[in-house]
């Protein structure tokens, strides 16, 4: 219910609310210090209504960084692939979901997220102790889970609308706090 919520302000977002967010998204995160001075950095093309984040993938490509990106497999678990520009990306349906653009290249695997300095993580809602809510499906808490158990510590950082850091969300035993999340507003930190 608390997801549908969500998604159901976001389905309202104009064109042009989504283009304006998009380019204040990437002009907040691009001044986070996590991000100046990543090599790596783990993220995601955004789709529908979700918080624009190619304006922001291009500009860490133009800065040289290496941008991987999901692949998502048959069990929702994510594998990774390198961004090379938008022309590098695929539109790939999974089943009765919306499609994903995907990066069309190599296959690095799921352990090559340990390789990121920071890892931009989708979500619908975060809360004061820095909680995210995602859709659901789980991918993002394996990839977490997956950076917990080999004992590297990237940046965690989520992308989202003002309205969406919120007081608080459902919590889980498996859950994780993130470092910080990114409106375009400016950014909040949680540690």
């Given amino acids: 219910m608390l997801r549908q919520g969500f ?6 977002l104009t064109a042009d609310d989504l283009r304006e967010t998009a380019e204040a998204l990437a002009v907040r995160a691009l001044e986070l210090p996590e991000l100046a001075h990543a090599r790596t950095v783990a993220a995601y093309v955004s789709v529908g209504s979700e918080p624009g984040t190619l304006a922001l993938l291009d500009a860490l490509h133009a800065r040289g960084v290496r941008v991987l990106l999901p692949v998502l497999m048959a069990d929702n678990d994510l594998d990774w692939g390198v961004y090379a ?13 919306m499609a994903l653009l995907e990066p069309a290249g ?10 990121a300095d920071a890892v931009l993580l989708p979500g619908l809602a975060v809360d004061r102790r820095g909680l995210r809510l995602g859709r659901g499906g789980g991918s993002y808490d ?7 158990r080999a004992g ?6 989520v992308l989202l609308y003002d309205t969406e ?3 608080d969300v459902p919590r889980e035993a498996h859950d994780r706090p993130v470092h910080a999340v990114v409106t375009p507003s400016g950014v909040r930190r949680f540690r």
């Fill in 152 to 157: 590297t510590d990237p940046a965690l950082v």
């Fill in 106 to 115: 190599e296959r690095l695997g799921p352990e090559s997220v340990q390789e």
């Fill in 85 to 97: 520009g938008e022309d590098s990306l695929t539109r790939v349906r999974h089943g009765g979901r």
């Fill in 142 to 148: 394996r990839v977490l889970a997956r950076l917990a």
């Fill in 7 to 12: 998604l159901t302000v976001r389905s309202r």
């Fill in 165 to 167: 850091v919120v007081e």
